[in-house]
């Protein structure tokens, strides 16, 4: 276990100033993260304020504040609307998202997300779900990975890189086949 901190906030005045807090208000923190924005943005609440901050990361739950105000939702932060509704929440007064990866994530090398590391390449924000990168590069077809490269890499020869992928795939299995028979 690393002593360093989860994540800190580079722009957190910034995105504090820019909230505007409402003493009184409601707020949501999309990604809770290392708990760097949610824990700057209690310090501006009083008794009556409320925070909602989502993360579908296992990681996060060691972060939370001890703090009657925040409400910590588990999952990911497309399920707002649900979750505001069910606590009775119809209206917001701001909404953070310090959206990406965090430096947690590339530290942890078994996260899968830096090449720092000789590690799985895993890249899952929720460790509960089944589908890692990893699993992805080795069971899509070029036409799906060239879908996801394009749509959410916006990579320019998309169509290339994942044929590529393949072929490296191909050659790994060549080889692993060929050391069998050894």
């Known amino acids: 276990m690393s002593n360093l901190p989860y994540h800190i906030p580079v722009l957190l005045q910034p995105c504090i100033d820019g909230l505007d807090i409402n003493p009184d208000g409601v707020y949501v923190d999309l990604t809770f993260g290392g708990g760097g924005h949610s824990k700057e943005i209690l310090k501006h609440l009083s008794a009556k304020g409320k925070l909602f901050s989502f993360d579908q990361d296992e990681d ?14 588990p999952h990911n932060f497309r399920y707002i609307s649900n979750y505001l509704k069910l606590y009775g929440i119809t209206q917001v ?14 530290d942890k090398g078994e996260r899968g997300f830096s090449t720092r590391f000789d590690a799985d390449l895993d890249m899952r ?43 490296l795939e191909q050659m790994a299995a060549l080889k692993q086949l060929l050391s069998l028979k050894k």
């Open 125 to 167: 924000m929720n460790q509960k779900s089944d589908l890692t990168a990893k699993k992805v590069l080795n069971t899509y077809d070029v036409k799906k990975l060239t879908a996801m490269f394009r749509e959410y890499g916006e990579v320019d020869n998309a169509f290339r890189l994942a044929n590529i992928i393949l072929k």
């Open 60 to 73: 996060a739950k060691a972060n939370i504040p001890d703090d009657k105000r925040l409400t910590f939702i």
């Open 93 to 106: 007064d701001g909404i953070l998202g310090d959206l990406g990866v965090s430096s947690h994530q590339f």
